[in-house]
């Protein structure tokens, strides 16, 4: 099983809809969750953490599970700029920290 | 004023030629990693150096070879490179990950021919 696992898509949404991410993760000692975006050729950048008791960023809001090892993203009233890969991220500590990604989701907001 | 920056962005180079990249950071991190992201757009870590020392080697192969010589510098010196190491590899730098997001550079993107 791998330790973080995405739907790698792709979502092709019309302008203006909602759309809902989901990723799950192997290690329940998992210590913090991130949401990345990557557009095509760049590098990533982080989106958004993702807390227990959830968080919301103007259009976008995080939801962490940890009891069903679940996180998800949702995106409202899509716009053609939120075209990218999201990439679900895991942060492992063992006492060494590093980031694990999922495969990425990737999104394309049609016209 | 690029927070993480590497070079070059752009590597084509011959089969068992040696190459390096180069990374520094401005943001005063303590901790620097090299990922490779393969054809299929998966970001795996390679090191992590935490203050100069390797703290994380994710059973890389030995041509590869990370350096730093202080800690907003990372190096990756690549020996007798092979076909299959063409990727993109992204430096980044955090301040720990419990408290903040990791930056990343732009990334270089090598091919080996």
């Known amino acids: 099983r791998k330790e973080v696992e995405q739907d790698p898509g792709p979502f092709n949404v019309p302008e203006g809809a909602t759309v809902a991410f989901n990723c799950t993760y192997s290690?329940?000692?998992?210590?913090?969750f991130f949401w990345y975006r990557q557009d095509c050729r760049k590098e990533p950048k982080l989106l958004m953490s993702v807390y227990s008791s959830g968080n919301e960023d103007g259009r976008f809001t995080a939801q962490l599970n940890r009891a069903s090892q679940y996180i998800s993203l949702l995106i409202r009233d899509s716009k053609l700029s939120d075209s990218a890969t999201y990439l679900c991220?895991?942060?492992?500590?063992?006492?060494?920290?590093?980031?694990?990604f999922g495969t990425g989701t990737r999104l394309t907001i049609i016209p | 004023d690029t927070a993480v920056s590497q070079t070059p962005k752009y590597l084509v180079t011959q089969m068992g030629n040696d190459k390096s990249i180069k990374c520094e950071q401005n943001?005063?991190?303590?901790?620097m990693y090299w990922y490779k992201q393969d054809s299929k757009k998966f970001l795996k870590i390679m090191f992590s150096?935490?203050?100069?020392?390797?703290?994380i080697n994710e059973t890389v192969p030995n041509r590869f070879s990370p350096k730093s010589p202080d800690k907003a510098h990372l190096n990756l010196h690549i020996n007798s490179l092979e076909l299959g190491d063409s990727a993109v590899y992204f430096c980044?730098?955090?301040?720990?990950?419990?408290?903040?997001?990791?930056?990343f550079g732009q990334g270089t993107r090598l091919t080996v021919v």
């Open positions: 290690n329940s000692a998992s210590q913090s």
């Open positions: 980044a730098s955090s301040q720990g990950l419990t408290r903040g997001e990791a930056f």
């Open positions: 150096y935490n203050n100069k020392e390797l703290i």
């Open positions: 943001l005063g991190h303590d901790t």
């Open positions: 991220v895991v942060n492992l500590n063992f006492g060494n920290e590093k980031l694990t």
